[in-house]
């Protein structure tokens, strides 16, 4: 069997996807926690590779859902709305218009709607891993069984890691991975010592070791990781390497 990793905001990033897709083996599996397009030039064909790569799980993201929303529109209207102003603001124009001149649009966007917003992995040592793009706060509900939060607050919620840990409410055996939010924006408003270095602090974990964010800005930054969901392991992607 292989290994399991998961990863996130890649941005538009080819030339990031290409080296992980060097590094994984034929057996190995990534779950992507979403946003792959916009910023970057080459989302709209990254999406496409994700999805037909068997090795890969993909998640709905924020960006994936702003693209979702325009392409509606579109298609409905035959021209461009609010969500495609959105969608733009957000550094999406060159990925609406390569899936605008796409002649299978349709099928792709439709299968991007279809996307879940999380992902549970049981790992080696018994601990459960949830991963979503935006991340939650493992809280239980009455019965002490995990609270999954709904689709909306998966893929676009930014307050979760403000939450305290409350002893006795939080499922001590789940680790939550996410992206959405890049790492030095959730050190600040936590109030964490920010290191010399963003890539070679590595990920960020916090919340008692409960929650992990693997978004380092990669389309700024050039870089990105793969956390090992076994091991906690990770490996640094970097594109000048």
Avoid at 40 to 50: D, Q, Y
Avoid at 69 to 93: C, E, I, M, P, V
Wanted: proline share 4%.
């Amino acid at each position: 069997m292989g290994r399991v990793f998961a990863c996130t905001d890649l941005h538009g990033r080819k030339d990031l996807f290409d080296k992980i897709n060097a590094i994984l083996q034929e057996d190995d599996e990534v779950i992507f926690c979403g946003d792959a397009a916009d910023r970057g030039p080459n989302g709209w064909e990254i999406i496409k590779a994700i999805i037909e790569d068997p090795r890969w799980t993909y998640i709905k993201g924020n960006h994936e859902d702003m693209l979702v929303r325009a392409a509606q529109d579109y298609f409905h209207t035959g021209s461009y709305g609010r969500n495609y102003s959105l969608l733009r603001s957000n550094g999406g124009k060159v990925t609406f218009h390569d899936m605008v001149n796409d002649p299978d649009a349709r099928h792709w966007i439709s299968m991007i709607r279809g996307m879940s917003t999380y992902e549970v992995y049981k790992n080696a040592a018994g601990r459960t891993v949830v991963c979503s793009h935006a991340g939650f706060t493992p809280w239980k509900d009455e019965d002490g069984c995990l609270l999954i939060p709904e689709d909306e607050d998966l893929i676009w919620d930014r307050c979760h890691y403000m939450d305290d840990w409350v002893e006795g409410e939080i499922h001590e055996n789940v680790i939550v991975v996410h992206g959405h939010t890049p790492i030095p924006y959730i050190m600040d408003d936590l109030r964490l010592a920010y290191p010399g270095d963003l890539i070679e602090a590595g990920p960020l974990w916090y919340f008692k070791n409960h929650k992990v964010c693997l978004d380092c800005a990669a389309f700024a930054t050039g870089a990105t990781y793969l956390l090992d969901l076994d091991t906690f392991e990770y490996i640094t992607v970097d594109a000048e390497d």
